[in-house]
């Protein structure tokens, strides 16, 4: 049932749900944000600890993406806004500098990660970088033993889904407090590695398709995720 997850995807405006955010870091709160598109949903429904993740009330689910919107049209939900990883990031960026407060950053390839460690250090003086460790290293539990002892305020996990959630769902009973939050590919985009598309792709809403152009091989995933997408949200249309 596609009306599950949508039942628990966020519904109120960006501005407020950036609101939240800053009380949570302020309250020093713990939190687990899931940024959800298309793909997102269909991985769920093949991957049932990854749906389970999906379907746990303690867990945020943010709309990032056209298609959950448009979805969201379909089966008649309030959900108009589209809230991105990358622009979570950086409302992050901007609280954690003004609070003075820590930061670790799990994922990406090496220089990428080092890039935003620096590019970070440049514009987010005020932020403590208490680690920064590609994706590529092969133990990521051990990593993750390491944040636990730093205690970071926020915890930017970059290794594409649904890695990056299964590997926080895992860890993230052992702490207190602490924003964590799956990124995807952000780390590319952050560090300057990548560009982010065009304005004009994003102001018409057509991210995807400039990350479709720039990267073919994503062609086949896109589809194989969308199509089956749109079935199932026709199927539940009433
Ligand atoms: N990645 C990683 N370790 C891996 C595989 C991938 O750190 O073993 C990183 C990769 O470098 C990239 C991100 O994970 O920065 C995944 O990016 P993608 O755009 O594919 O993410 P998604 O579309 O899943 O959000």
Known sequence: MMREYFDR?????RETFYEELK???KNNEKKFIVTANPETLMIAEENSEFKNII??????IVPDGIGIIKGAKILKYD???TITGIDICNKLFEYLNSMNKTLFLLGAKKEVVEKLRQVLNDN???????GSVDGYVENKDEVFE???EKKPDVCLVALGIPRQ???ISKHIKDFDKGIFIGVGGSFDVLSGSKKRAPKIFIKLKIEWLYRIVREPKRLKRFFKSNIRYIGKIRKEKI
């Open 9 to 13: 995807i966020y519904s109120k405006p």
């Open 23 to 25: 009380y949570w870091l």
């Open 55 to 60: 379907l746990n009330k303690n867990v945020v």
């Open 79 to 81: 959900i108009n806004e």
């Open 124 to 130: 987010y003086p005020n932020i403590q970088i208490l």
């Open 146 to 148: 390491e944040i636990k």
């Open 165 to 167: 959630e299964l590997l």
